[in-house]
T-cell receptor
């Protein structure tokens, strides 16, 4: 079945550091890929998406590129802020199956001054 | 994007009681989902609720424990029945909309069972 694997956290960075959170997936067909963010005490927000190979999703300074050859969708940001501290979830929907959203385990990011 | 609200936002309940969580969406949607997020964990799909049909439950979840109603295209309820401390979790409502299978989540209901 479909699956998503994320790097384990927590990830601790200083403000203005470069961020990478790795995400790889296993799926048949051509899934759509997503990053969600969950700030402390809140629900999930859709951060960005990519629907086909080589698409780049971007939002709020975050970017991720859909790499079919490496089945990856790594999240990057050039300069993190304290306000980026949250849990980040990689996810996919495979339109070839019952359209269920499959999540990774989440990666906690802590940004310090 | 869809705007989703949930009630209550949090509750503390006694063992053996039941709690009904409400989910309201600002637009008509076909597919609504209920998820559970246990402390420090990722999200687990409980069931899919489509208007006019019985909810479809995932493995490990049963209707007697988590009855769901879907009376119209903008509203759903999830009941957590005969609660135990193991039911302490965040329960999230979610809807699918848009052209790219985008899925949006409510703010969640934080449930603590004593």
């Amino acid at each position: 079945g479909d699956s998503v694997t994320q790097m384990e956290g927590p990830v601790t960075l200083s403000e203005e550091a470069f961020l990478t959170i790795n995400c790889t997936y296993t799926a048949t067909g051509y899934p759509s890929l997503f990053w969600y963010v969950q700030y402390p005490g809140e629900g999930l927000q859709l951060l960005l998406k990519a629907t086909k190979a080589d698409d780049k999703g971007s939002n709020k300074g975050f970017e991720a590129t859909y790499r079919k050859e490496t089945t990856s969708f790594h999240l990057e940001k050039g300069s993190v802020q304290v306000s980026d501290s949250a849990v980040y979830f990689c996810a996919l929907i495979n339109t070839g199956t019952a359209s269920k959203l499959t999540f990774g385990t989440g990666t906690r990011l802590q940004v310090t001054l | 994007s869809a705007v989703i609200s949930q009630k209550p936002s949090r509750d503390i309940c006694q063992r053996g009681t039941s709690l009904t969580i409400q989910c309201q969406v600002d637009s008509q949607v076909t597919m609504m989902f209920w998820y559970r997020q246990q402390p420090g964990q990722s999200l687990t799909l409980i069931a899919t609720a489509n208007q006019g049909s019985e909810a479809t439950y995932e493995s490990g979840f049963v209707i007697d424990k988590f009855p769901i109603s879907r009376p119209n295209l903008t509203f759903s309820t999830l009941t957590v029945s005969n609660m135990s401390p193991e039911d302490s979790s965040i329960y999230l409502c979610s809807v699918r909309s848009g052209n790219y299978n985008e899925q949006f989540f409510g703010p969640g209901t934080r449930l603590t069972v004593l």
